[in-house]
């Protein structure tokens, strides 16, 4: 009986320790807004599984796992060697355990962009630019966009957006300021449905661009489209 009574205890202390350990991490995002730590990647054995928004992973798409940013955050990702930056979408858990010194998992893809696929891991800086949106449809006053990149300059922007116009003349740029930086996002949309978005998301990922699927209100996507150098601004 001694026994189970100190087993039960320690499961109860390392419960504590965890949730202290998230609660500080969580303190330090707020002191700092933004983490810096390491990041890893998952590639071709997770390819296809269910991640915790019920999307399914694909390493062609920008996305990352976080241990409690909300699912839906976008986040610009820095790589501290390189200043190469790309904007991903948390849509899945992790990295763990929890004491590792990584702070997210992006996928191949993302990692690709920044650079820090061959080493397997990178030093980085991590920032939400834009919160998560709660889960809606058309009916409820939501569209979704298709985002296709994130630039630091213009001009790297402007040349994605102009490749995909040949196919899709609802792509655009628009200009935003992040927390640290402003940066410009290339844009197809919006769309009605998240069907109608995952099936381009899906034409694109085949020819080799790197997407994420995203949810925004109807304020947010008309604003971005016809209220240029108004916060987040059109690039004509």
């Not at 763990?96 to 080493?119: C, E, M, Q």
């Amino acid at each position: 009986m001694k026994r189970r009574r100190i087993f039960y205890a320690l499961i109860a202390t390392c419960k504590v320790l965890v949730l202290w350990s998230v609660h500080a991490e969580a303190t330090r995002w707020d002191a700092w807004r933004g983490q810096t730590g390491f990041a890893s990647w998952y590639g071709k054995r997770f390819h296809g599984r269910e991640t915790a928004s019920g999307e399914r992973f694909s390493i062609r798409e920008l996305t990352a796992a976080h241990r409690w940013l909300p699912l839906g955050t976008k986040v610009l990702v820095t790589n501290l060697e390189t200043a190469e930056l790309v904007e991903v979408k948390i849509n899945d858990r992790g990295p763990f355990p929890v004491r590792s010194r990584r702070i997210i998992d992006l996928s191949k893809a993302a990692a690709d962009r920044i650079g820090i696929r061959g080493n397997g891991i990178g030093r980085i800086h991590i920032v939400v630019s834009e919160a998560a949106l709660p889960r809606q449809d058309a009916a409820a006053g939501g569209f979704y966009e298709i985002q296709a990149g994130a630039f630091r300059e213009r001009e790297e922007a402007n040349q994605l957006r102009d490749q995909l116009q040949r196919w899709y003349p609802a792509a655009y740029v628009t200009a935003r300021d992040g927390p640290d930086v402003r940066y410009y996002r290339v844009r197809l949309g919006p769309f009605a449905t998240r069907q109608e978005a995952l099936r381009i998301a899906s034409v694109l990922t085949r020819h080799g661009y790197h997407v994420f699927v995203d949810e925004v209100n109807d304020v947010s996507a008309l604003h971005a489209r016809f209220r240029p150098e108004v916060g987040p601004c059109m690039e004509g």
